[in-house]
């Protein structure tokens, strides 16, 4: 289960998006996945990876099943590293992330090479300006790193 990290507020308090990310992933009726919380340091510390990894912590998921991925600053890079961490992984990835954001992710880690499929996507927000901004934002965000991940794969 890979859940794609987003925003860490000041003292190092999850974003209600970072939140409702790993309360889909957690919601997978799998027996014992892997978690793997995604993202790097920043404007406020700690990485995104480690608040995940707190939240999962705090809904009874050990230490054992969580592999942290510090590395990547953006979607694109995010899914180049999971991909070389998951590279001898058998079976499905499941992708946790916001609704909007999970066709890009899910075609990135596919171009990877890694079997990804959707899970249930948390519930939007309720503002429906900032619902239309992150949705128009992914318009010329899939193409362009779907391009990229292509090049660095030839």
């Given at each position: 289960?890979?859940?794609?990290?987003?925003?860490?507020?000041?003292?190092?308090?999850?974003?209600?998006?970072?939140?409702?990310?790993?309360?889909?992933?957690?919601?997978?009726?799998?027996?014992?996945?892997?978690?793997?919380?995604?993202?790097a340091l920043g404007r406020h510390?700690?990485?995104?990876?480690?608040?995940?990894?707190?939240?999962?912590?705090?809904?009874?998921?050990?230490?054992?099943?969580?592999?942290?991925?510090?590395?990547?600053?953006d979607t694109l890079s995010s899914?180049?590293?999971?991909?070389?961490?998951?590279?001898?992984h058998a079976g499905p990835v499941?992708?946790?992330?916001?609704?909007?954001?999970?066709?890009?992710?899910?075609?990135?880690?596919?171009?990877?090479?890694?079997?990804?499929?959707?899970?249930?996507?948390?519930?939007?927000?309720?503002?429906?300006?900032?619902?239309?901004?992150?949705?128009?934002?992914?318009?010329?965000?899939?193409?362009?790193?779907?391009?990229?991940?292509?090049?660095?794969?030839?």
């Amino acid at each position: 289960m890979v859940i794609f990290g987003c925003a860490v507020l000041r003292g190092g308090r999850p974003s209600p998006m970072l939140q409702r990310r790993v309360l889909a992933a957690t919601a997978l009726e799998d027996r014992e996945p892997l978690y793997v919380p995604t993202g790097a340091l920043g404007r406020h510390p700690p990485s995104e990876a480690q608040v995940m990894a707190r939240l999962l912590r705090e809904r009874g998921i050990p230490d054992a099943r969580i592999t942290l991925e510090e590395t990547g600053n953006d979607t694109l890079s995010s899914v180049r590293a999971v991909a070389r961490l998951l590279r001898d992984h058998a079976g499905p990835v499941y992708v946790a992330t916001s609704g909007f954001h999970q066709p890009r992710c899910v075609l990135l880690l596919r171009l990877a090479g890694v079997p990804a499929r959707r899970t249930k996507a948390p519930k939007p927000v309720a503002n429906p300006l900032l619902r239309w901004y992150w949705r128009l934002r992914e318009i010329p965000a899939v193409p362009y790193d779907a391009a990229l991940m292509l090049w660095r794969r030839r």
